[in-house]
């Protein structure tokens, strides 16, 4: 199994809301990610968690919140966002942190208004 | 600093090929190329890890020349599922145990029949 996956697929959300983003794997990686992409642009990471540690935050307001329970799942919440929030959230997974392939879910399309 | 990808856009016909280069004003410690389909999420091509590397998936290959900083991704007998933005990401620093990618703006390239 080399999927990852997301849920929702697409959220509306107003900015006064609190929502959450959820992935999980199931190939055992120990490196997760949550990168932002507006279109027609390439993917921005956010957050890193290595072995269920943050590792790296790339300086994102704390509107964004992100949580790892488990080495399966990893969570994004969400909270008084800005309309220029607006965008896919990608989530990715790679075997360990460092240069390993990194795999992505399908994203979240999240539109706030 | 964000690598540079060359060209921004490429359009071709079945069978024919393209180069699409990626470049760093500083040290690249590795490369990594994800091709990416309009609405889909990113999908891991290959990692080239030291200079001198080649690789090569399906008719696709790449080459990595450290002392050049620059990586080119090499597309031969195009076909019309090669359609996609494609993407370099690089670690930007000598730590790569981190597994921070920074990518490139993206190659948009287009197959015709």
């Known amino acids: 199994d080399t999927e990852v996956t997301q849920t929702p697929k697409h959220l509306v959300m107003g900015m006064t809301n609190k929502k959450s983003l959820k992935c999980e794997q199931h190939?055992?990686?120990?490196?997760m990610y949550w990168y932002k992409q507006k279109a027609k642009k390439p993917p921005e990471l956010m957050f890193v968690y290595s072995y269920e540690k943050l590792s790296i935050n790339e300086s994102v307001p704390s509107r964004f919140s992100p949580e790892c329970p488990n080495s399966s799942l990893l969570n994004l919440h969400l909270h008084a966002l800005q309309p220029e929030d607006s965008a896919l959230y990608l989530c990715a997974s790679s075997q360990r942190p460092g240069s390993y392939e990194q795999y992505f879910g399908p994203g979240t399309r999240l539109t706030v208004t | 600093q964000q690598p540079v990808q060359s060209p921004q856009a490429v359009i071709l016909r079945e069978g024919e090929d393209a180069v699409i280069n990626c470049s760093s004003s500083?040290?690249?410690?590795?490369v990594h190329w994800y091709r990416q389909k309009h609405g889909e999420a990113p999908v891991f091509l290959m990692i080239?890890?030291?200079?001198?590397e080649q690789k090569g998936h399906e008719k696709i290959s790449a080459s990595f020349n450290e002392k050049k900083q620059q990586s080119s991704l090499y597309l031969t007998a195009s076909q019309l599922s090669y359609s996609g933005t494609y993407f370099c990401?690089?670690?930007?620093?000598?730590?790569?145990?981190?597994?921070?990618?920074?990518f490139g703006q993206g190659t948009i390239l287009t197959v015709h029949p």
């Open positions: 190939m055992g990686h120990r490196a």
């Open positions: 500083k040290a690249l410690y590795s």
């Open positions: 990401g690089t670690p930007l620093s000598g730590g790569t145990s981190y597994g921070k990618l920074t």
């Open positions: 080239l890890l030291k200079g001198g």
